[in-house]
């Protein structure tokens, strides 16, 4: 069976309205070619927002008002917002707070596909 292309709306998630836990892991589908080829446009990743942020860490961050999906690197005590496609620019951030969880597993719909990260 072939894999097909399938639109998800993005759906801005009001924080008040959430019933989620902070801390929940949740899902969210790469979008983009930034972080390839580790993680393909359309690959699901799990996002744990309460994960250890350590320097190397595939990173949901807030820049600019938008969320983005990046390697945190840390350097001479500045943070930065690594793509893997080196056709994107690096970007620095501020602090660690503008992390918002820590990739721990890119999903699949094949074993092989899958993959945990620390």
């Not at 690959?43 to 309460?50: F, Q």
């Not at 969320?67 to 660690?96: H, M, S």
């Amino acid at each position: 069976m072939a894999d097909k292309d399938i639109d998800i709306p993005i759906i801005p998630i009001d924080a008040e309205m959430s019933s989620c836990a902070e801390a929940e892991p949740f899902a969210l589908q790469v979008l983009g070619d930034s972080m390839e080829p580790e993680f393909r446009h359309g690959c699901v990743v799990v996002i744990d927002p309460a994960g250890t942020i350590r320097d190397g860490s595939y990173v949901l961050a807030m820049y600019n008002e938008e969320y983005i999906f990046r390697q945190l690197v840390i350097a001479e005590g500045r943070y930065f917002l690594k793509p893997l496609n080196e056709a994107y620019d690096t970007l620095e951030i501020p602090g660690l707070d503008a992390i918002k969880g820590i990739i721990v597993q890119r999903a699949g719909r094949r074993r092989r596909d899958r993959k945990h990260y620390v």
